[in-house]
């Protein structure tokens, strides 16, 4: 079965700081990894997605995140946060057998000034 | 604007009442899928069509159905609804049922159970 597993349901950054939004992988099948992000009273947005090819991958609104198959991570990352970046963001996973969406807890990230 | 429209934005009915959801997926599209957003279970798979055939079955309940129309539009049934029923329900589209591809998320329904 896959799952995936957001560390901290809460992160807060100041204007200007690294973001960094943790999400670990289980998959007995080679994943598919996205992010989401969610703004208030809003629909999902896919920001990126890994499939295949290169592990480091760059999305929209300046974030990336880099594949890492020995540690099964799938972190997002921004080097600047920006307070319209401010969202619930959630890490989802897909395999090869299904192209439904498994998606973690969420991760809420506030931006102070 | 993903090009996904969901309709009624917000719903309000009373527990053993009976709702239709209603969705349109970008033009194109040939699969739709149902997610269901509360505070307790988190976003959840409910239910995918694709070209007017189920695709996969996530976590429905048994009270819940759906269908995929010819012109492609999706529509979810909610009866005998109960006060747990109340969440977020997304509809999301992709262009093929392939695991790789994205899904685009409509705005949602908002369905409260009082």
């Known amino acids: 079965a896959q799952s995936v597993t957001q560390l901290g349901s809460h992160v807060s950054v100041s204007e200007g700081a690294l973001v960094l939004l943790r999400c670990n992988y289980s998959?007995?099948?080679?994943?598919?990894l996205f992010w989401y992000v969610q703004y208030p009273n809003q629909g999902l947005q896919l920001l990126l997605k890994?499939?295949?090819?290169?592990?480091l991958v760059k999305g929209i609104n300046g974030f990336e995140a880099e594949f890492k198959k020995s540690e099964t991570s799938f972190h997002l990352t921004k080097p600047s946060a920006h307070m319209s970046d401010a969202a619930e963001y959630f890490c989802?996973?897909?395999?090869?057998?299904?192209?439904?969406?498994?998606f973690g807890t969420g991760t809420r990230l506030q931006v102070f000034p | 604007d993903s090009g996904v429209t969901q309709t009624p934005k917000h719903l309000i009915t009373a527990t053993g009442q009976r709702v239709t959801l209603r969705c349109s997926p970008r033009?194109?599209?040939?699969?739709v899928y149902w997610y269901q957003q509360s505070l307790d279970q988190g976003l959840q798979f409910l239910i995918q069509?694709?070209?007017?055939?189920?695709?996969a079955k996530g976590n429905i309940l048994e009270r819940f159905s759906a269908q995929q129309f010819p012109d492609l539009h999706s529509e979810l049934n909610l009866s005998s609804l109960e006060l747990g029923d109340s969440a977020l329900y997304f509809c999301?589209?992709?262009?093929?049922?392939?695991?790789?591809?994205?899904?685009?998320f409509g705005p949602g329904t908002r369905l409260t159970v009082t």
């Open positions: 999301a589209s992709s262009v093929r049922s392939v695991a790789d591809h994205e899904q685009y």
């Open positions: 998959s007995s099948v080679p994943p598919y």
């Open positions: 890994y499939t295949t090819g290169a592990t």
């Open positions: 989802a996973v897909s395999g090869a057998n299904t192209d439904k969406l498994i």
């Open positions: 033009s194109g599209d040939l699969s």
């Open positions: 069509y694709y070209n007017g055939e189920e695709r």
